[in-house]
């Protein structure tokens, strides 16, 4: 059981390549995520995923698109990359209990981060 | 928007003593609230989480508190060990969604 993975784990990019960081879970869990981290700034979501076939914008999705074709997998992509997008993006995934009408949240797990560089 | 604030932004402590950490969440509805460990270079990692029918959690020498009426909630280490060295960030679950806020961080420092 490998929870949650990304590649890749370093990345250079040039201002105006494209790129596509893959996460992938094996833990059947529903909900999946991108988060950047930079500095004193925490962790900011990009976009979210609630099942296969549908995504949603986070916090700062400016710049990215995501696509969710299968469950296990969530893909987070830079279609021109700018230095303002040099960061270290982490994906995480999550599941909830049945609660009826009631939403219960429950934990998110992380995958180790993508470090990316934009020059 | 929802908004969680995280004081301080940085701590140190003598090995061996308290550390608190303390978190305010502006949504009246949130009612989880996890709490993450990050070592450098490495993943955030659960280490302990409330609810918010729970006023207190305790898990050996790690302890979280939630006061609803105030909107605050505090993580609390006692006896402090080099290896507690670390970023720990707080989050708040949103409304209606499955996503959190999460706070700026605090980096903690133990000083052996």
């Known amino acids: 059981n490998a929870g949650v993975t990304q590649t890749p784990k370093f990345r250079v990019l040039k201002t105006g390549q494209s790129m596509t960081l893959l996460c992938a879970q094996d833990?059947?869990?529903?909900?999946m995520y991108w988060y950047r981290q930079d500095p004193g700034m925490g962790l900011r979501l990009i976009h979210y995923?609630?099942?296969?076939?549908?995504?949603a914008k986070g916090e700062v999705p400016d710049g990215y698109n995501v696509s969710r074709l299968k469950k296990q997998n969530f893909l987070l992509g830079l279609e021109s990359a700018a230095p303002s997008q040099t960061s270290v993006y982490f994906c995480?995934?999550?599941?909830?209990?049945?609660?009826?009408?009631?939403?219960?949240?429950?934990?998110?797990?992380f995958g180790p981060g993508t470090r990316l560089l934009v020059l | 928007g929802e908004n969680v604030e995280q004081h301080p932004s940085t701590l140190s402590v003598q090995e061996g003593d308290s550390a608190v950490i303390k978190c305010t969440y502006s949504?009246?509805?949130?009612?989880?609230f996890p709490w993450y460990k990050q070592e450098l270079g490495k993943r955030p990692q659960l280490i302990i989480d409330?609810?918010?029918?729970?006023g207190e959690k305790k898990d050996q020498r790690i302890a979280v508190t939630l006061n609803k009426t105030a909107k605050h909630f505090s993580l609390h280490i006692t006896e402090t060990q080099p290896e507690d060295s670390a970023v720990y960030f707080c989050?708040?679950?949103?409304?209606?969604?499955?996503?959190?806020?999460f706070g700026t961080g605090t980096r903690l420092k133990v000083l052996a």
């Open positions: 995923s609630v099942g296969e076939g549908t995504t």
């Open positions: 833990m059947n869990h529903e909900y």
């Open positions: 989050a708040a679950s949103i409304r209606g969604t499955y996503k959190y806020i």
């Open positions: 409330i609810r918010s029918n729970v």
């Open positions: 949504d009246s509805a949130s009612n989880y």
């Open positions: 995480a995934s999550s599941f909830s209990l049945s609660g009826g009408a009631r939403l219960i949240q429950e934990t998110q797990y």
